[in-house]
């Protein structure tokens, strides 16, 4: 299986910023990465279906949910398999669980899609 580790999560102010990170890794099964298309954020607030949040290709084309354009921004560094969402003007509706997604995960064994484990991410006063 391919590896996501999600950081950056945590508890921060109305207006606060966060920013989070995930790295994508093979394993023994997987085998070494080559590529991958594309990599986004999701987040699932509670009681509320996955929904997603921002996602960026290899080529750098970006996408964002209607309710964060203009306060989050999605980057991704291809030489470390790593994508970042830079979240700013942070409000309370921005509160849930924001999981990493990797797709069409080129490998030596195949080709993969993959999910981290999940970050909470708590806007509150």
């Known amino acids: 299986q391919v590896q996501l580790v999600e950081s950056g999560g945590g508890l921060v102010q109305p207006g606060g910023s966060l920013r989070l990170s995930c790295a994508a890794s093979?394993?023994?099964?997987?085998?070494?990465?080559?590529?991958?298309?594309?990599m986004g954020w999701y987040r699932q607030a509670s009681g509320k279906q996955r929904e997603l949040v921002a996602v960026i290709t290899s080529g750098g084309s970006t996408n964002y949910a209607d309710s964060v354009k203009g306060r989050f921004t999605i980057s991704r560094d291809n030489a470390k398999k790593t994508v970042y969402l830079q979240m700013n003007s942070l409000k309370p509706e921005d509160t849930a669980v924001y999981y990493c997604?990797?797709?069409?995960?080129?490998?030596?064994?195949?080709?993969?899609?993959?999910w981290g484990p999940g970050t909470q991410v708590t806007v509150s006063s």
């Open positions: 093979g394993s023994a099964a997987s085998g070494s990465i080559f590529s991958i298309h594309a």
């Open positions: 997604n990797a797709a069409r995960v080129v490998t030596t064994s195949g080709v993969y899609d993959a």
